[in-house]
Structures are given as C-alpha cells and as structure tokens.
C-alpha cells in the first residue's frame, strides 16, 4: 500500500450560472450518453480505467451492495463519453440534496486526455445542472488530480470555498 498525502479543494458555484448552457457540440465519432442502471462491472472498469492514475480509490472497494446503492439511485446520473462503441471517459452526478448539485467524478482514459475533451464532458454537465435549476453546484479537485482539473474547474466559474489535507491509502 502506498500513501499519498493531498490536498482536496471543494469548489462551489451559484446562480447566476457565468457559462454557456447552449448544447455541446461533440467532435464526429464521440457521444455523450445517459446510462441508466449501469452495470456495475461496466462501471468499475471505466471507473478503474480513468481514475487509476489518479489515486481514485473511494469506489474501488465497495461490494456491489454499496455501489449499486450509489449509481442506481434515482439522484445519481452516470454520462459516459463514447468514441464510437467504446467508452473513453465519464461524468457522475449526485442530485440526492438538490438544489444542490454534486459533480462526483470527471475523467478520461489517458489517451483521450489533452484533447479539451474533459471541458465538454463538465460543459455537458453544467448545462444539464442548470437545467434542472440547480441553486448551487459543488465538485472537489486534489493535488493528485489532473494539473489541469483545478484550472478548468476555476475558468468555468467554480470558486474554492475549502481546503483539507488527507492522506489517500492506495493499493
């Protein structure tokens, strides 16, 4: 087990939303799609694929008890980016204390990273938040994340509202 010190910054953003909310445009041969019910092997393996590198570990260990209670309740909105059949990244949302608006987990396997991709997939996501009338959306980066996770998330209107140190156990 190796462990990785980090630290975790929770980001908020409130009305009146400064981004765009027209429809994202996706670059021929991608889909964004709504998967209800995922199957959770479907799900731990695009979870495993995108968040490896990047010390997600908060999914990794729960049966599949726990983790259905996650993904499969009617709050929780799974996205996943396609390229073709294939799927290349995800969005989680968690609307369970809605109007607030959890964005859970954004990401890409590491061949998709770099190609603004991940903007889209949170664009995406803002835009069907705002929707729903959302009064405020919160998400969390740490330092292990992507370097440009934190950025991103700023340029798009997020303001940091607190900062912890915690220590991620990976294995």
Known sequence: MSRHPTTVTHLAMHPPFGFSTEPVVWPSGLSFLAVENIALDDYRRLYDTVGREWHWVNRRHLTDRQLASLIHHPSCHVRVLYRGNKPIGFVELNARKFPEVEIVFVGLVSVEIGLGLGQLMVRAALTEIAALKAERIIIQTCTLDHPSALPLYQRLGF?????????????
């Open 159 to 171: 303001v940091a509202y607190d900062r912890k140190q915690v220590v991620i156990i990976d294995d």
